[in-house]
């Protein structure tokens, strides 16, 4: 496939998830959902079985989907607290010589306020990037916009994400534990409990990926002269 929107002049790329990755979205909404419904909600940390967010609240579809859109429409996400290192592990990214690619399911073409709510956030919480992608196929626009040789790692909390992720054949691809994503993931998965441990894990990639990527330059190199 070619890639006409190749850009970085070859630098590897860390795909970063923002809602449940790189902030506390879960405790945020459902917070904001117990003022909403005047409701008690569940505890953020109470294992949710695999069901939709919506059953798990006890609330009916409609209802929630409702809640959502006044969450969105809010500014609420502007907000959002970001996990301890979130700032921190987008710069250390960046000194190592790889591109940070944020990718969202955020639904930017349905809500004029979404884009600049998010890099709001972004800018609010310190956190360094060097391209935004919305929508539910992020990561095979990813891979249409830099070519899969050079993404290094996905970081995402949701399963379906995850395996999306696997499918289009990202190497490194981890899952951001929490309450809602317990059970059923690929072997080939790696959960992180936070960002710290993330970050020691991405640049070893990193690196990784540079001496194979060099490698490969000296091998194509020898056999052309």
Same mark, same amino acid.
């Given at each position: 496939m070619e890639n006409k929107f190749r850009n970085g002049a070859g630098k590897p790329v860390v795909a970063l998830d923002i809602d449940g990755t790189l902030g506390d979205y879960h %405790?945020?909404?459902l917070q904001f959902a117990e003022n909403y419904f005047g409701l008690v909600m /569940?505890? /953020?940390?109470k294992i949710n079985p695999g069901l939709p967010l919506w059953q798990h609240m006890k609330i009916s579809q409609r209802d929630y989907r409702d809640c959502k859109l006044a969450y969105r429409q809010g500014g609420l996400k502007r907000w959002m607290p970001a996990y301890l290192g979130a700032g921190a592990l987008t710069q250390a990214i960046q000194r190592e010589g790889a591109e940070v690619w944020i990718?969202?399911?955020r639904p930017y073409l349905r809500l004029d306020n979404i884009d600049p709510d998010t890099r709001h956030w972004l800018r609010r919480n310190d956190i360094e990037y060097d391209a935004v992608l919305f929508g539910e196929d992020k990561y095979p626009e990813?891979? %249409?916009?830099?070519g899969v040789d050079r993404i290094v790692a996905v970081v995402d909390d949701l399963k379906e994400q995850i395996a999306m992720a696997h499918e289009i054949g990202i190497p490194n691809v981890y899952l951001r534990n929490q309450p809602y994503n317990q059970g059923l993931e690929s072997g080939l998965?790696?959960?992180v409990n936070d960002l710290l441990g993330l970050r020691r894990c991405l640049l070893t990639d990193i690196e990784n990926w540079r001496?194979?990527?060099?490698?490969?330059?000296?091998q194509r190199a020898h056999i052309s002269g």
């Open positions: %405790r945020h909404f /569940p505890k /953020p940390e990718c969202t399911t990813l891979v %249409r916009q830099v998965t790696s959960r001496i194979h990527h060099d490698n490969g330059t000296q």
